[in-house]
């Protein structure tokens, strides 16, 4: 079965960093891109960041809201996924989720399957 | 940036009615829209890709259709297990953008 568990989150004060991870199984990790989205608290959905696998580069994308303050990496060789988040503000405040995704060099497919998600709160 | 739009914003319907979801981008995305359902205090659940495509396991009473700008999601005979909040994502373009969500409970 395919599975991903992210973890990671925690209070954080503003400005601090944290680490993200996302643990998969079930599949060849290597094979798929890796997103992640989060969801403020009582808000909708928005799209952070997708990592693309290392035979279209390993290419990254980044929303406007976390570029040059977040940086999305991969490693194959344990099936994580991490999100490194920098000069963390309160408005980052959210829930963190990844999910899986096909990805090619132009464009990334639907996201399935997502994780658990791990909350992340930033305030003082 | 897409913006995507969600209508109606809460959707009150009885078990066994039909329900009709709509969204809509502020430009065309082809076929690269996605539809999730997210229950409280869980992960989003992928049901539609490509516009109109069931992900696995997805039961046959939720349908997508539309293409460009338009889009719906129906499910043609609500269970108590449908009542959650939908929200539709365009993946066509970045960055990629979810709407707001439709809300839908039991009338």
């Known amino acids: 079965e395919v599975h991903l568990v992210a973890s990671g989150g925690g209070l954080v004060q503003p400005g601090r960093s944290l680490r993200l991870s996302c643990s998969a199984s079930g599949f060849t990790f290597g094979d798929w891109a890796v997103s992640w989205v989060r969801q403020a608290p009582g808000r909708g959905l928005e799209w952070v960041s997708s990592?693309?696998?290392?035979?279209?580069?390993?290419?990254?994308e980044y929303a406007a809201s976390v570029k040059d303050r977040f940086t999305i990496s991969r490693d194959d060789s344990k099936s994580i996924a991490y999100l490194q988040m920098s000069s963390l503000k309160p408005e980052d405040t959210a829930v963190y989720y990844c999910?899986?995704?096909?990805?090619?060099?132009?464009?990334?497919?639907?996201?399935?399957?997502w994780g658990q998600g791990t909350p992340v709160i930033v305030s003082s | 940036e897409i913006v995507m739009t969600q209508s109606p914003a809460t959707l009150s319907v009885s078990p066994g009615e039909r329900a009709t979801l709509s969204c809509r981008a502020s430009q065309s995305v082809g076929s690269n829209l996605a539809w999730y359902q997210q229950k409280p205090g869980q992960a989003p659940r992928l049901l539609i890709y490509s516009g109109s495509a069931r992900a696995s396991g997805v039961p046959d009473r939720f349908s997508g259709s539309g293409s460009g700008t338009e889009f719906t999601l129906t499910i043609s005979s609500l269970q108590s297990g449908d009542f959650a909040v939908y929200y539709c994502?365009?993946?066509?373009?970045?960055?990629?953008?979810f709407g707001p969500g439709t809300k839908v409970d039991i009338k």
């Open positions: 999910a899986r995704r096909d990805c090619n060099n132009i464009f990334c497919a639907a996201l399935d399957p």
């Open positions: 994502q365009q993946h066509n373009d970045w960055p990629e953008t």
């Open positions: 990592i693309r696998s290392e035979g279209y580069g390993g290419t990254t």
